[in-house]
């Protein structure tokens, strides 16, 4: 089975800081996806960013990157320009490739709180 | 754009009491999934259904059922609640041929057993 481990609890970024979520993941499949999924106080389970396993380059969305390392099973985010809407609690989640008929669930991590200093 | 819609947003049940929620996926979407977040934990998953039939099962326990009706759209019945049961209950739905990417959240229910 799949797991997501990420070792930080909680971290804190100045404003306008850059700040770098760790995330590793153990499996034995080959082609997956990974995601980082954010929730604030509202808890609304929002999207920041998606890498396809099979895929070199590292996923970049505005302010936010990751940096995948496949060999080493890791997928860290990196959230440049921190703002205090950054806030929230960062999830970490695995996904397996295979076809939906067989159960791809999203295998979350314990989660990492993000607080933001003004 | 039409996102994941759940209802009731919030419940109120008594201990032993019966509880359903509903899910209703973004159209086309063919996968759901059930999943359980208590306070301060990480969601865990309960049952997912593709295209109306049970794809995966997760913690869910025997005292909970779900299932997918002919629109697509899936309810989860609690029996038998217990104080244990208050969590956050969240659906997710996912559309195949889209490279297997991201499954888009509804905004939960929160359940609260009293």
């Known amino acids: 089975a799949q797991t997501v481990t990420q070792s930080q609890p909680e971290m804190s970024v100045q404003e306008a800081e850059t700040v770098t979520l760790s995330c590793t993941y153990d499996?034995?499949?080959?082609?997956?996806?990974l995601f980082w999924y954010k929730q604030p106080p509202s808890r609304q389970m929002i999207l920041v960013i998606r890498?396809?396993?099979?895929?070199?380059q590292n996923a970049t969305e505005n302010r936010f990157s990751v940096n995948f390392q496949k060999a080493a099973k890791s997928f860290s985010l990196k959230i440049s320009d921190s703002q205090l809407g950054d806030a929230a609690m960062y999830f970490c989640?695995?996904?397996?490739?295979?076809?939906?008929?067989?159960?791809?669930?999203?295998?979350f991590g314990a989660g990492t709180i993000l607080r933001v200093k003004s | 754009a039409a996102g994941v819609i759940q209802s009731p947003r919030h419940l109120i049940k008594e201990k032993r009491e019966t509880a359903t929620l509903k899910c209703y996926p973004i159209?086309?979407?063919?996968?759901v999934y059930w999943y359980q977040q208590g306070p301060g934990q990480d969601p865990q998953f309960l049952i997912s259904?593709?295209?109306?039939?049970?794809?995966d099962k997760g913690s869910i326990p025997d005292r909970f059922s779900a299932q997918q009706f002919s629109d697509y759209h899936s309810e989860l019945n609690m029996s038998s609640l217990e104080l244990g049961d208050s969590a956050l209950y969240f659906c997710?739905?996912?559309?195949?041929?889209?490279?297997?990417?991201?499954?888009?959240f509804g905004q939960g229910t929160r359940l609260t057993v009293v």
């Open positions: 997710a739905s996912s559309r195949t041929g889209t490279g297997g990417l991201e499954a888009f």
């Open positions: 159209p086309r979407h063919d996968t």
């Open positions: 499996t034995s499949e080959s082609d997956y996806y």
């Open positions: 259904f593709y295209e109306k039939m049970q794809s």
């Open positions: 890498q396809e396993a099979y895929k070199q």
């Open positions: 989640a695995y996904r397996s490739a295979g076809p939906p008929k067989y159960g791809n669930k999203l295998v």
